[in-house]
């Protein structure tokens, strides 16, 4: 099975994009595409203590959180 590294969610004007990046949690919020994003990076240490929780569920919804969630306790348990 493959691992997944990025997730989205389009809406018109809208877009928000997560990835997993090295050891990392990258939260990309657009709003309009012409501009740069709003940009988190939240550590692996930082996001399963719960930072980014809040906008990845308003966003993307809690089944995506707990997916990524999984893959993150997956990658941190292989460091």
């Given at each position: 099975?493959?691992?997944k590294r990025y997730w989205k969610n389009s809406e018109p004007?809208?877009?928000v994009e997560v990835?997993?990046?090295g050891n990392s949690i990258v939260f990309k919020d657009w709003f309009d595409s012409g501009k740069d994003p709003n940009r988190y990076d939240?550590?692996?240490e930082e996001f399963l203590d719960g930072k980014g929780k809040s906008d990845i569920e308003y966003h993307l919804g809690s089944l995506d959180y707990?997916?990524?969630l999984n893959e993150v306790k997956k990658k941190f348990r292989e460091r």
């Open positions: 099975m493959t691992e004007y809208h877009l990835l997993l990046e939240w550590s692996f707990q997916e990524i």
